[in-house]
């Protein structure tokens, strides 16, 4: 079992920046990729981001390519979203999530194990 904590979430301007941060605990850390998922009110959960186990590798949804990005300590385990230059459309429940899965196949929601309970996104126009 891990258990995934997120925080940061917070009401924020357009052009503004935000880090979240998800706090695990459990099992190791490191043999979990991480991503973070989001989901809107009325939509599906969709992919954010991903980071492998050490953080070799990471992956990002289009839509947040170059002004996110993720990263994770695994001495603290912990895992982070930097969100800079915030559009409205970005406003959603961020959502953390393990898996020992595929990296190739962290893009997709359903190849992870753990998930944690939310932080609301809110960024106004």
């Known amino acids: 079992q891990v258990q995934l904590v997120e925080s940061g979430g917070r009401l924020v301007q357009a052009g503004g920046s935000l880090r979240l941060s998800c706090a695990a605990s459990?099992?190791?850390?490191?043999?979990?990729?991480m991503g973070w998922f989001r989901q809107a009110p009325g939509k599906e959960r969709e992919f954010v981001a991903t980071i492998s186990r050490f953080g070799t590798n990471t992956d990002y949804a289009d839509s947040v390519k170059g002004r996110f990005t993720i990263s994770r300590d695994n001495a603290k385990n912990t895992v982070a979203l930097q969100m800079n230059s915030l559009k409205p459309e970005d406003t959603a429940v961020y959502y953390c999530?393990?898996?020992?899965?595929?990296?190739?196949?962290?893009?997709?929601?359903?190849?992870?194990?753990?998930w944690g309970q939310g932080t609301q996104v809110t960024v106004s126009s």
């Open positions: 459990g099992r190791t850390f490191s043999n979990y990729h």
């Open positions: 999530s393990a898996t020992t899965g595929l990296f190739s196949r962290t893009r997709e929601r359903r190849e992870y194990d753990y």
